[in-house]
């Protein structure tokens, strides 16, 4: 049945209103004066986390009740939110940071409250995925955002699986300590790919880093990367110029440094070269004679 949304015409129930607001991912100078407006004027705030909404209401000098709204609610804090807009109140709909509902809470409000027929009116600002994408250099006019991959090694290989020949900019969010291990196992699924690392967005210390995936691996091997991340990998190249053989030989040759590094951490320890080597390659099950070639700076290939 199509169900008709006027979002600034008085309910013929006269049911209120639920408000999806967005809030600062870090510079609290990317508040609306239209946030700041729907928030001093709801009803209530329903809040990921009243704490930190509470530090946004105090900044904003405004008193709107709090009430908390997050993933583990039990379902009788939607009923109670439905019951409320129902009654004629208006509802703002906040996470932590950034657009509701988007790897936040909020979408199982928000679709009962279609299906209710509450007005759902979006109160737009910022969001990391587009705050990234537009600042990326990568193509911006097809993207499909993944938010966080499964947690799983197997389901995020398979999900990774099936996206590595989307001609698509690819968007994604990871925390911090599982960036090494999921770009590891980006580049041995794409291999050799544009991609750009985008950190602590709108805030002091934002940072970018654009190269290949290689090159990002090679960064997070040598630096202890902190703060927020949001990951993006160029699209992936027609099919006519897909050079799979490329793609294994790019990722042999960084397994292959770090089989180095490792021989170096051996001789460091005072172990001779030739034992290094040889322990080096019977625990990883290379060749000895590639890996000393590798050692002396010459790849499989020269
Ligand atoms: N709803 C939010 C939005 O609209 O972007 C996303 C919430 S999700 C729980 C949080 C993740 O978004 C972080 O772990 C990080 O991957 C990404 N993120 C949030 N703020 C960021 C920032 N300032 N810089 C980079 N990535 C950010």
């Known amino acids: 049945m199509l169900h008709e949304q006027k979002s600034f015409a008085p309910h013929p129930q006269g049911y209120g209103r639920l408000y999806v607001v967005a809030t600062p991912i870090g510079n609290l100078q990317d508040i609306s004066d239209r946030v700041r407006t729907v928030l001093g ?4 705030v329903a809040a990921e986390d009243t704490r930190q909404t509470q530090k946004l209401l105090n900044h904003l000098r405004l008193t709107t009740p709090l009430i908390s709204f997050h993933m583990h609610s039990p379902p009788a804090v939607k009923s109670k939110l439905v019951e409320r807009l129902k009654a004629g109140d208006d509802v703002a ?4 940071a950034g657009t509701p509902a988007i790897s936040d809470p909020g979408y199982a409000l928000i679709e009962k409250c279609t299906q209710e027929g509450i007005a759902v009116i979006p ?3 910022a969001n990391a995925a587009l705050t990234a994408l537009v600042a990326s250099g990568l193509p911006t006019d097809h993207f499909l955002f993944l938010g966080f991959l499964p947690r799983t090694a197997s389901k995020k290989e398979e999900q990774l699986r099936a996206l590595r020949h989307l001609p698509y900019t690819l968007i994604l969010y990871e925390a911090p300590h599982r960036l090494k291990e999921t770009l590891h196992l980006i580049v041995q699924i794409f291999g050799e790919r544009k991609a750009v690392l985008a950190r602590e967005l709108t805030k002091v210390h934002e940072h970018f880093l654009r190269g290949t995936l290689h090159d990002l691996l090679d960064y997070v091997e040598q630096h202890e990367v902190r703060g927020e991340l949001t990951l993006l990998i160029a699209p992936a190249p027609p099919a006519e110029s897909r050079e799979p053989w490329r793609e294994e030989n790019a990722y042999k040759k960084h397994l292959m440094k770090e089989l180095v590094a490792e021989v170096e951490a051996l001789r460091g320890l005072g172990i001779r070269l030739k034992e290094a080597v040889r322990i080096v390659g019977r ?3 290379t060749d000895p004679k590639m890996l000393y070639r590798a050692y002396h700076g010459k790849t499989s290939e020269d």
């Not at 709909?93 to 932590?96: P, Y």
């Open 93 to 96: 709909l906040v996470s932590d």
């Open 41 to 44: 004027t709801v009803t209530i």
């Open 283 to 285: 625990l990883t099950g």
């Open 123 to 125: 109160v737009p600002g």
